[in-house]
Structure formats: C-alpha cells, structure tokens
C-alpha cells in the first residue's frame, strides 16, 4: 500500500469511530430514559446518582464532539489561508501538513472515546447491580 492509502485508512476508521461515539452517547440516553421510567422521573432527585452521573458523561461526550470539530475546523482554516499566502492559490504541489496541526484534535478525539468508554461501563456497572 501506498502512504497515501494508509492515511486514507486511518481516516475512514477515525470518521466510524467518532460517528459510533456520537451514536452510543444518543443511544445511552435513550438506555437511562427507559431505566428511570420516562420522562415524567426526569427530575433532580428522581434519577439515581449513578445515572446522573453517566448522563453528564454522555454530554460531556458531545460537546468534546463539538468541540473536535470545530477545532479541526478552524484549523485547518486557517492552515489552508496560512499556506494560500504563501504560495498562492493556484498553488497544487503536495504539501505535508506539521505535527502540531493535528495534534490536539487527537487528544480531544481520544478523550471523548474514553468518556463514552467511562460512561457506558457506568452504565453497565448500574445495570449489573440492578439485576443482580
């Protein structure tokens, strides 16, 4: 495989894996609604601490999603103006981007994986001892 096609396979896994992410944070909502019995036991003191506490790990889990891409966004933005400056924009050479580009939105990425991650194992630790 060329180089090309290995970042291109990267990409595609990053894109599922934040597109399952941002799926099992709406799903897990829909989990602890049915586990507090509706709508009508959404209330403060009502939904026991432990949901409450894989609730804000689901939000927390989208506005890192949030955040991600609008960090990437903006990025890249102003890397392609940076490099429209300089070279112009009928510029069409292979430019490889620095490290520092993608940086954070690695850390950001991986930290909203790893808050799902926390907030589902709530969930089922809640589950577990429900049943058992």
Not at 11 to 24: A, M, P, Q, V, W
Not at 70 to 86: A, D, G, M, P, S
Request: overall charge positive.
């Amino acid at each position: 495989m060329k180089l090309c096609d290995y970042k291109e396979t990267y990409e595609y896994f990053s894109g599922k894996l934040s597109d399952i992410n941002r799926n099992l944070a709406f799903m897990g909502f829909g989990v602890v609604w049915i586990l507090i019995g509706g709508l009508d036991n959404f209330k403060h003191g009502v939904i026991p601490n432990a949901l409450e506490w894989v609730l804000g790990g689901l939000v927390l889990t989208l506005i890192l999603d949030l955040i991600h891409y609008i960090y990437q966004t903006i990025v890249w933005h102003c890397y392609f103006n940076y490099l429209e400056k300089r070279f112009g924009s009928k510029f069409n050479k292979l430019i490889s981007a620095p490290c520092w580009v993608n940086r954070w939105s690695w850390v950001i990425f991986w930290c909203k994986v790893a808050v799902m991650l926390i907030s589902y194992i709530w969930l089922l630790r809640y589950i577990y001892l429900l049943v058992f």
